[in-house]
């Protein structure tokens, strides 16, 4: 019997070892086991919630105001039935010595009591909205040099297509645009100054690589004396031959030439050399290009031979097309997002130019600002397989410089570095815990 | 002596029985501990793959808005970044809930996102990925099984109260209660029936609140009688929450179009949208030859002041005919293929009226979808949720995983 008894007692030890093995190896519940990602749901709700900034508006509302019960219904509303919440806004200002107190000033909930072990957090700061960041643009340069943006100014000459504006206030707002960019941004004031810049000696620099914005729209300014003169050619009895000289020095200076709306180069402008002359639409100071103040068209076919390093010949033949609205690229659109720029997706087109261009002047399409339609581009920056660029905005009046801008800026694609947040006393911490309903 | 014989085999078989019984006892629960362990897994795969899908563009970036296929897989937004899903992307998921849709006219099947009445979202099996290809670009194919199911945190439904003139009750809920004080804005897209044959449209716009049980009352004095078509498009937010949501009335027979995708991308910033005949198209596909249905297709875009805006592409306005016999099978209209809008097409047949709706872009009719295999017959399932936004409008992200690696997923802890 001893043996039996022996038994026994082995089985109590191993029954004992069992019981006791079992109350410490408590396996989790199920729903400890896969439960939903708690923290993630209300990190996600609350940027839902400020996808069209109304959190952020809310939070810093007085605690009376309606707001708050629309927030509190918007979160009740969003969340799954089983999941309880506890939302706490609380403000944090900075004290003296730069230490962050956080004081609660309002909290909704919809649990009796609280939200159990198991429930998870997520916050997010706000600041107020009238917080300023601070934006450094990357300073556009070429071959480790800063690059130079020349933007006509010209006091002597008059603009057509820029309908509402005058070429000095779109120089003046390109200025304040894309003035951070560039490490030096020269107004080319007068018409004689702009004959400097053909000479690559205005101020006594080199303006290899630099940028040329002409503000006047479909008109470029002329300098009198040797441009006029070389310009013009009696065989034809155009101006054709400066918009020639123009692309021959753009290629030459590898300069990028921003042409901002409208059929680049139609009109030839210079209040002293055409004070009796106007466009046919009253406005003196100007005339078409080509042939005794006709074929507009020659301008821009001349420039693309210039540009190309093709000999010069007289063309006034319509190149470009009637899109209708056109929309933005992705690129553009992408872009317009990061460089905080934000015209209408859609523009009306007049102004486009053929794909065509391309193969006959050697260019290929460095960055496209608005979808192609058919064999068109209504803006886009051609870059030359050789030296120099150029962007054509074929946009109708009246001008959106942003357009311009913004194809500048695809181009170059500058780097924005955004500083990082360190305002105080204008923020407030909203905390949203989540919990499931049954605790756990 | 044989008291000591049967005392050893009583005790031997004694022995033997409590070994076996608590080997096998241990061994349950080691084996239940590994079973929650694996299945702990697959809940942190779960959340890990939603993230994965939800916070990348795949690539290339843009792949929704174009033919390309991807050759890595996401869901999100490249212009809005953050937990902000792509319209166009989730456009080129095949549906697993409605069914596939044969046209003969192009030979295709068409993955059915929607047949609601009146809003159409049919794409090309071709143009879509499908649910295979996306589990091989994520890495799971043969691991794991996954279903997205893609729901409007907001449900707006619409019912027509009196028909002359026309009022209009609205009704606004989420997931967990009616959306009292909502603010609501409106879009009546109306035919106009002066015009018989291409009939063009005009849009009737306005707001209003919900009341404490989420609902709301539209109404249109000016719009009397019963024999114009309508769609009625409804926005409403509150709080941070957005939501759409769509209504229609039709006057016409069993006569209407049913606007297809053709592509996604010409290569030129435009999309094709093949515009058929419902003759021509399950369930009813009718061979007895009908009159032509004349229609007016038109591409609006949701501008920031919650008013619909023309976009003209091409020659603007697009007005034709189709027949469901052999000359004009169906018709073609260009759209802009990058920005969200709604195709929307009037069409006429005699003195009836009526109005398809094409979303391009799955927020701007708070389209759900749902991808993937059936989970609700799989073993063991882990789900994850996340709040996302789709073209602007609140959405929600669920993923239901489970694992394909043949292990026990199920069992019991007790035998005995």
Redesign the interface.
């Known amino acids: 019997?001893?043996?039996?008894v022996?038994?026994?007692m082995?089985?109590v030890i191993?029954?004992t070892a069992?019981i006791v093995?079992?109350l410490f190896?408590v396996?989790?519940s199920p729903r400890q086991?896969?439960?939903?990602?708690l923290r993630?749901?209300a990190l996600?709700?609350l940027?839902?919630?400020?996808?069209?900034d109304?959190?952020s508006s809310?939070v810093f509302q007085n605690s009376f105001d309606?707001?708050w019960?629309?927030?509190?219904?918007?979160?009740?509303?969003?969340?799954?039935?089983n999941v309880v919440y506890n939302l706490t806004v609380y403000d944090a200002p900075a004290t003296s010595n730069g230490t962050m107190v956080y004081t609660p000033v309002k909290t909704m909930s919809n649990a009796q009591t609280g939200l159990g072990a198991s429930s998870e957090t997520a916050s997010v700061l706000i600041p107020s909205s009238d917080v300023i960041f601070t934006v450094t643009p990357q300073k556009i340069s070429a071959s480790a040099r800063p690059l130079t943006l020349y933007i006509l100014n010209c006091s002597d000459a008059n603009g057509w297509w820029i309908t509402g504006y005058t070429a000095q206030t779109l120089a003046a707002d390109l200025y304040g645009m894309l003035s951070p960019y560039f490490q030096t941004t020269i107004l080319v004031n007068t018409t004689q100054q702009l004959g400097l810049l053909l000479n690559n000696t205005l101020g006594g620099r080199d303006s290899t690589n630099s940028v040329v914005i002409n503000t006047f729209g479909e008109a470029v300014p002329i300098p009198a004396g040797y441009y006029t003169t070389k310009g013009y050619r009696s065989s034809d009895r155009s101006y054709a031959n400066y918009t020639y000289t123009l692309g021959r020095r753009v290629n030459t200076y590898n300069w990028t030439w921003v042409s901002i709306v409208g059929y680049p180069f139609y009109y030839v402008t210079n209040t002293n050399t055409f004070s009796t002359t106007q466009n046919t639409y009253g406005i003196y100071g100007m005339r078409q290009i080509g042939t005794d103040g006709g074929g507009g068209p020659s301008g821009l076919n001349a420039f693309l031979r210039g540009l190309d390093n093709q000999a010069y010949s007289y063309d006034d033949t319509w190149i470009t097309s009637n899109l209708?609205?056109v929309?933005l690229?992705?690129l553009a659109?992408?872009d317009a997002?990061y460089y905080g720029i934000r015209p209408s997706?859609?523009q009306t087109s007049t102004r486009a130019l053929p794909t065509s261009i391309q193969s006959t002047y050697h260019l290929s399409v460095a960055s496209l600002v608005?979808?192609?339609?058919?064999s068109y581009i209504a803006g886009a920056t051609y870059k030359h397989s050789g030296r120099g660029s150029f962007t054509a905005i074929g946009l109708t009046r009246i001008p959106d410089i942003r357009i311009s801008v913004l194809s500048l800026l695809m181009y170059y694609s500058p780097t924005l570095y955004r500083s990082l947040f360190t305002s105080s006393g204008t923020t407030r911490l909203v905390v949203l815990q989540l919990g499931l309903q049954g605790g756990g | 002596m044989p008291?000591a014989t049967i005392?050893?085999l009583?005790?031997a078989t004694?022995?033997l029985v409590?070994i076996v019984l608590?080997i096998s006892?241990?061994s349950q629960?080691i084996q239940?501990?590994l079973l929650?362990q694996r299945?702990?897994q697959?809940?942190v795969k779960?959340?890990d793959l939603l993230?994965a899908i939800s916070l990348n563009t795949g690539y290339p970036t843009?792949w929704g808005?174009s033919s390309a296929t991807p050759t890595s897989f996401g869901l999100q937004d490249?212009?809005a970044r953050?937990?902000h899903l792509s319209p166009f992307s989730l456009m080129r998921l095949t549906s697993s809930t409605g069914a596939p849709v044969y046209y003969p006219k192009t030979g295709l099947w068409y993955s059915n996102v929607t047949m609601a009445p009146g809003g159409f979202l049919l794409v090309p099996y071709a143009a879509c990925v499908n649910y295979t290809t996306s589990t091989q670009l994520l890495g799971v194919n043969g691991s794991y099984g996954f279903q997205l199911t893609v729901n409007p945190?907001?449900r707006i439904s619409l019912t027509e109260l009196r028909a002359s003139p026309l009022q209009i009750g609205v009704n606004v809920?989420?997931?967990?209660?009616?959306?009292?004080?909502?603010y609501v804005s409106y879009n009546l897209i109306f035919t106009d029936s002066s015009q018989k044959q291409y009939p063009i449209f005009r849009i009737y716009s306005g707001d209003a609140r919900t009341y404490a049980n989420g609902s709301a009352i539209l109404d249109f004095p000016s719009i009397t009688g019963t024999q114009n078509a309508y769609s009625l498009i409804v926005n409403a937010h509150?709080?941070?929450?957005?939501g759409t949501g769509f209504f229609e009335r039709q006057y016409i027979d069993d006569r209407f179009i049913v606007p297809m995708v053709k592509s996604f991308d010409n290569?030129?910033?435009?999309a094709t949208i093949l515009l058929a005949h419902s003759y021509n198209v399950p369930p009813l596909d009718k061979t007895t030859p009908a009159a032509a249905i004349f229609y007016n297709a038109t591409f609006l875009?949701l501008a920031t002041d919650a008013a619909l805006h023309p976009?003209?592409?091409?020659n603007?306005t697009v007005a034709d005919k189709v027949v469901n016999g052999n000359g004009d099978p169906y018709g073609q209209i260009l759209i802009?293929n990058?920005?969200p809008g709604i195709l929307v097409v009037t069409f006429s047949y005699g003195n009836n009226y009526g109005i398809s709706l094409l979303p391009w872009g799955i927020g701007n009719l708070a389209v759900s979808l749902t991808y993937g295999p059936n989970s609700s017959v799989k073993d063991?399932v882990?789900?994850?949720?996340?709040?996302?936004?789709v073209g602007?409008v609140?959405y929600q992200i669920k993923i239901a995983l489970w694992s394909l690696a043949g292990y026990q997923v199920q069992g019991s802890r007790w035998v005995f």
């Open positions: 019997m001893m043996r039996t022996e038994v026994i082995v089985i191993l029954a069992f093995g079992s190896a396996l989790p086991i896969s439960s939903l990602n993630e749901l996600t709700t940027q839902t919630l400020d996808e069209r109304e959190l809310t309606p707001s019960g629309y927030l509190e219904t918007a979160l009740a509303a969003s969340l799954p039935s209708g609205v929309q690229s992705p659109t992408s997002n997706p859609y608005f979808n192609q339609v058919g | 008291g005392d050893h009583i005790s004694l022995f409590a608590f006892l241990f629960n239940a501990a929650y299945n702990h697959i809940s779960a959340s993230d843009y808005a490249p212009n953050g937990y945190i907001l809920i989420g997931p967990g209660l009616p959306l009292a004080n909502a509150l709080g941070g929450l957005y290569g030129n910033g435009t875009v976009v003209l592409i091409g603007g802009p990058t920005n063991w882990a789900t994850d949720v996340r709040q996302v936004v602007g609140s």
